[in-house]
């Protein structure tokens, strides 16, 4: 039986960016629990690597979240800000794999790596304007 990109996809992400977020939470007390003992702050391996990941994986649906943060007026980094942030990367990858599901279904199927790659180039692109 073949699942469908619309439900497979933001199954996938959807457990790959809860952990993400666990080990977020798990860094952050870490971090607190440091204070001040680095000088340049805490290191990117393992520390800053979670949030960089879900950034990276998520881009448009980071946005989307930090919009409604700023409206709701939610700390950034907070536990809370993940409650906005994890239902946005369920719709976006749904919308993803639905629009994915309909082109294949449309176009053949040698298509489909191009549309990939071009997805992924674009996830590429805007992770690195954040640095």
């Not at 309909?102 to 992770?127: F, K, N, T």
């Amino acid at each position: 039986m073949k699942v469908p990109l619309k439900v497979a996809l933001p199954t996938v992400m959807g457990l790959l960016c809860a952990l993400l977020m666990l080990w977020d939470l798990h860094n952050q007390r870490v971090i607190r629990s440091m204070g001040m003992a680095w000088d340049t702050g805490a290191p990117i391996w393992p520390y800053q690597t979670p949030d960089t990941l879900l950034f990276a994986l998520n881009t448009p649906a980071s946005f989307i979240s930090n919009a409604s943060e700023f409206y709701f007026r939610i700390g950034a980094m907070s536990p809370l800000s993940y409650s906005m942030f994890f239902p946005a990367i369920l719709v976006w990858w749904w919308l993803v794999g639905l629009y994915l599901d309909r082109r294949l279904r449309r176009e053949s199927v040698r298509r489909a790596p191009i549309w990939a790659l071009l997805l992924c180039l674009l996830a590429v692109g805007a992770d690195s304007s954040r640095l």
